[in-house]
């Protein structure tokens, strides 16, 4: 069993909120201006729609989508959303957070994008892989070998 961890969307508003923060105290706007927005709009959207994939296709394989209990996983999903990524859920939540930096439209903000990788492939990709590996073996380690993390 994966040990509790952050929940995801937890780690997503701690990175959105220094993102703010970062751009409530520097003087850099540089950010696209006004398209920024409409920017903004667009990655919004998109994170959010691949998230929903993700889950979509977690449900009709009736498997869990709490990354908490990866260890109770009935499916390994390597169709759909997940043929492009190993992770649609956590690249939507990255995908927000772009949208995120956007809308502070201060360049400094991209800053918290690395972190957030980082940080979810530390705490939560990182050992959801071992508990995947362990309970689905070499086809994990198949699917693995052709499918990226991210993108």
Do not use: C
């Not at 952050?6 to 520097?26: E, T």
């Not at 109770?72 to 492009?84: D, E, M, N, P, Q």
């Not at 979810?120 to 198949?142: H, S, T, V, W, Y």
């Amino acid at each position: 069993m994966m040990r509790p961890l952050i929940p995801p969307p937890v780690i997503l508003m701690f990175f959105i909120v220094m993102a703010f923060g970062i751009d409530a105290f520097s003087p850099l706007d540089l950010l696209l201006g006004r398209s920024s927005y409409f920017a903004a709009l667009i990655l919004g959207v998109s994170g959010l729609l691949i998230g929903v994939m993700g889950i979509l296709d977690f449900r009709r394989h009736h498997t869990t989508i709490n990354p908490h209990t990866v260890d109770k996983a009935s499916a390994l999903v390597t169709g759909g959303i997940y043929r492009f990524t190993r992770n649609p859920m956590y690249l939507g939540l990255l995908l927000i957070l772009i949208a995120a930096v956007f809308l502070s439209k201060d360049i400094l903000a991209l800053l918290t994008v690395p972190g957030f990788i980082v940080t979810l492939n530390r705490l939560q990709i990182l050992p959801e892989e071992r508990a995947l590996r362990a309970k689905f073996g070499g086809a994990f380690d198949a699917y693995s070998d052709r499918t990226r993390r991210w993108i």
